[in-house]
Each structure stands twice: as structure tokens, then as C-alpha cells.
């Protein structure tokens, strides 16, 4: 059984391409692709990854591929704190100091969370301590009712971002413990009936009420570019900034709990 075809066939038609488009746009014959598909020709490690590429398989199902192929896998999975990471765990650090006094966090491709700056710590204090628990999953902590769903004034629309987005992640790469996230926390209900379809994050603001003021924020993703390692490729930077002038001087004031944790 020719494993490593069929599953470039399922990436193919993942990405909406036909056999000629992905020929076209891997310098190569269509009849090769179909070739390799239906496993009458056995692809070379580098056409694994060259198909691979063009198809933007992740790292981690580039592994798989390779083994499929009957080849060693070519990428590694270090933990972040791993000394050959060192300097990406700087640069994420950077990052998320540089955006003080405004929250960011750092998170993997199942939402859990891999490191914070200090502006988050205030939205922390009365969060259950079950979710705190590593790993702590932003998804859940933005959407449980003991996490930060009672501080959200529009969580119907925050949830909708979070579903929009998770549905394209898993459109992108499917994975079992993401669909369960999913069904745990954003399968569609009678409740999301009235609230609009969102489409796109582009400036969705979260708004939320907290210490007594209204915080409007929007936010950003910031990823490695071409990351050879499997942990990189799958980090992503969260980083929230105010969407008005008050939520602004909020984070920015003297005044302001989390411009005091952020610089104690």
C-alpha cells in the first residue's frame, strides 16, 4: 500500500488543487503527480517535501509524509525551552515584553499557552484555579464561565472569532484533540442563532468589563517565518492592542492595574 500517495492526494484536494495545479506550481508533470499518487512511482524524499511545500503542509505532516514515504522524518520537535531554541524563546520574550503595558500571549496550535508578558497577569486574579492548570488553553480560558467569560460584554461575537478561526486551522490541518476543543466549546447552539456568522477577525474587537471599565481590544498574530523546527511552526503571538482612546489610557495610566503589574 502506497500510503505516502494517498496522502498527498487528501492534502491536494484539502487545498482545492487538481493534479495540473500542483504540477504547475511544483515544476513538475502532472502525469508524475498522478503517477505518485496512485503510488505506480515511488517520490524521492526532496519531491516528497517539494510537493509538500507547494501543498503548505505543516511541518509536523511533513514527518508523516517522509515516514509514509519510507524516509526519515527531516524536522525536529524540541520543547521551547530546549537550548537549540534559545534564541527564538529570546525573540518570543522580546515580543511579548516589548508590547507592555498592552497583553500578549504566546500559544501552540492546540491553543494552549507557552508564555505571557506581565499585562495579562491582572486578568488572571479570579480565574478558577482548575484552568491555571498547564497546560492552560487560551480558548478555554477566554470562553469557560469560571475563566474570563463573565468579564467578555460581547462573548457571542468573541466565540464566533474563535470558531471562524479554529474551523480554518482545522481546515488547514486536521487534528483530534483540536475538533474535541472544538466541540467542547464552540459547537454552534441556539444561542449563536441571533448572533452574525463571522467570517473574518480582521478588527473584531473583545470588549470587556473589567475593574469598572470597558476595555475594547483587537488583536494581532505575529508566527515565525519559514521555521524548520516543528514547536517553531506552530507558535503563534497573540498581541492585543486598545481599539479607543480609553481603553488606551487605561493600559497606560498610572492609574491602571495592569500598567502597574506590567511594571512593578
Do not use: C
Not at 36 to 41: A, I, L, N
Not at 100 to 118: K, L, Q, S
Not at 181 to 196: F, G, K, T, W
Not at 221 to 246: Q, R, W
Amino acid at each position: 500500500m502506497h500510503m505516502v500517495g494517498e496522502l498527498l492526494r487528501q492534502w491536494r484536494h484539502r487545498r482545492r488543487l487538481s493534479q495540473l495545479d500542483l504540477a504547475i506550481a511544483a515544476d513538475v508533470s502532472a502525469r508524475h503527480v498522478s503517477l505518485v499518487e496512485t503510488g505506480k512511482s515511488n517520490p524521492s524524499a526532496d519531491m516528497v517535501l517539494r510537493l509538500a511545500a507547494h501543498l503548505d503542509v505543516p511541518l509536523r505532516d511533513r514527518n508523516r509524509l517522509l515516514l509514509a514515504a519510507g524516509f526519515a522524518p527531516r524536522y525536529a520537535e524540541r520543547p521551547l525551552d530546549d537550548g537549540a531554541l534559545s534564541a527564538a524563546r529570546d525573540a518570543v520574550e522580546r515580543v511579548l515584553r516589548a508590547h507592555e503595558p498592552y497583553p500578549a500571549v504566546a500559544f501552540d496550535r492546540r491553543w494552549n499557552i507557552v508564555m505571557t508578558n506581565r499585562a495579562v497577569e491582572p486578568f488572571f486574579a479570579d480565574v478558577h484555579p482548575d484552568l491555571l492548570q498547564p497546560p492552560m488553553n487560551l480558548v478555554r480560558l477566554g470562553l469557560d464561565p469560571r475563566g474570563f467569560a463573565p468579564l467578555v460584554v460581547n462573548l457571542a461575537d468573541v466565540r464566533a472569532v474563535f470558531r471562524s478561526r479554529i474551523r480554518r486551522q482545522l481546515a488547514v490541518a486536521p487534528d483530534a484533540e483540536l475538533i474535541a476543543l472544538y466541540q467542547e466549546l464552540l459547537e454552534p447552539s441556539s444561542e449563536d442563532a441571533s448572533s452574525l456568522s463571522v467570517e473574518s477577525d480582521v478588527l473584531i474587537p473583545m470588549v470587556l468589563r473589567f475593574n469598572g471599565r470597558e476595555l475594547r481590544l483587537f488583536s494581532t498574530i505575529t508566527t515565525f517565518g519559514t521555521p524548520m523546527d516543528i514547536t517553531l511552526d506552530e507558535v503563534a503571538i497573540e498581541s492585543y492592542y486598545p481599539a479607543d482612546a480609553e481603553s488606551a489610557a487605561y493600559f497606560e495610566g498610572s492609574n491602571g492595574d495592569v500598567r502597574a503589574a506590567a511594571h512593578p
